[in-house]
């Protein structure tokens, strides 16, 4: 691309993310999969895999980033696992797209996520994950996540100490699972819930708000020291009380005054208040057409094997491709799932494809 053409940046109602799953991206054969250098050993025993898109070509993530994710970048993650009481191989293949990520990479994830299925055979179980709104088995992969400003390039290895840039981390409890974000560095920012992090280089602090919880801190005090380990052992660490420490600690000079910008990836979540919908996809009538059967309740017995449902719980979209269903409603369940997402109240949710006979055990708990 020309240095003078601007990447576009991820529209959160982008329908280019349709073609994932179409016509199009079905096109991408075996024999071109086995060519790819990434995807050696990928899918050959149990356990977690990561690739980053780094100038559209697929790259495998050092072990020690994993949970790691920069915003303006996209990554493809698969999950390689066994039932307890099988020994078959099974998967989960997702791609992450960070809000910043330009159309070029997310597109690339998508077409290679594609590749990676064909390559397993379709065995896996496909998902789209989107930055802030990660589904819950995405979550569950990490011990905690990391959310990053910036794209490959970015971080401290890659600078010198006397050019870093002061950052600032959010760590929070979200349900059961810890998140560390990087947020702007204003003092606004700070809030007595939770536990922040001061990085600027060789000098860490830990800033522990007056109510926030013990999980929150003993993961701060993990990020912080390992943030330290990867430096070296370099950087001073110090751990704050929101109720003692002073008012002209240095850590407040660090941080910037005024309101901090508005982080444009996350939205007011009413998914609490959405009434669980599905719809059917069908082509029986000589054309494909998507259908409500019903809101407020999705029941295991108005799936059909003939046809693709797309079930929508207001924080995951499921697509469900009934064994009989028709090739056309097949390959277009991601498809018509995606336009219906533009104009819900919700779009940005994870999306999961499964075929009738794989449910996961987070599809059964939607039924009743």
């Not at 992969?141 to 002061?166: A, M, N, Q, W």
């Not at 082509?283 to 797309?310: C, P, R, W, Y």
Request: aromatic content about 10%.
């Amino acid at each position: 691309m020309s240095g003078l053409v601007k990447a576009k940046k991820y529209d959160w109602k982008d329908s280019n993310l349709a073609l994932f799953g179409s016509d199009t991206e079905k096109k991408v054969k075996k024999d071109s999969a086995e060519t790819e250098p990434a995807w050696k050993g990928a899918g050959q025993k149990p356990g977690i895999q990561i690739w980053r898109i780094k100038k559209f070509k697929v790259a495998h993530e050092q072990k020690d980033d994993y949970g790691k994710f920069y915003n303006g970048d996209s990554y493809i993650i698969l999950n390689t696992y066994k039932k307890p009481e099988g020994d078959e191989l099974l998967y989960d293949v997702h791609f992450w797209i960070g809000q910043n990520s330009t159309q070029d990479e997310y597109g690339t994830a998508a077409y290679k996520t594609v590749e990676l299925d064909t390559l397993l055979d379709d065995k896996p179980v496909q998902h789209r994950e989107v930055q802030n709104h990660e589904s819950s088995l995405f979550k569950s992969y990490f011990e905690h996540i990391t959310l990053l400003e910036g794209g490959c390039d970015s971080g401290f290895r890659h600078v010198k100490p006397e050019e870093y840039e002061i950052r600032l981390f959010h760590v929070s409890k979200q349900g059961r699972k810890v998140f560390v974000k990087e947020v702007p560095a204003y003092k606004s920012k700070l809030n007595s819930g939770d536990v922040f992090i001061i990085d600027n280089g060789l000098e860490i602090y830990q800033w522990n708000g007056a109510t926030c919880n013990k999980d929150e801190k003993f993961k701060a005090v993990q990020y912080t020291q390992q943030l330290k380990s990867d430096r070296s052992g370099k950087p001073k660490v110090k751990a704050l009380d929101e109720a003692t420490t002073p008012k002209d600690h240095r850590i407040y000079e660090l941080l910037k005054d005024g309101d901090a910008p508005k982080d444009e990836g996350e939205s007011e979540d009413d998914s609490d208040s959405f009434n669980p919908t599905l719809l059917r996809l069908s082509d029986e009538g000589g054309s494909l057409a998507m259908t409500v059967v019903s809101e407020g309740n999705i029941s295991k017995d108005q799936l059909k094997s003939e046809d693709v449902f797309i079930a929508d719980t207001g924080k995951e979209v499921f697509v469900w491709i009934g064994k009989r269903a028709s090739e056309g409603e097949s390959k277009n369940g991601l498809t018509y799932a995606h336009n219906y997402l533009q104009s819900s109240k919700h779009p940005l949710v994870s999306v999961t494809v499964l075929k009738e006979g794989q449910e996961s055990d987070a599809f059964e708990k939607i039924l009743s």
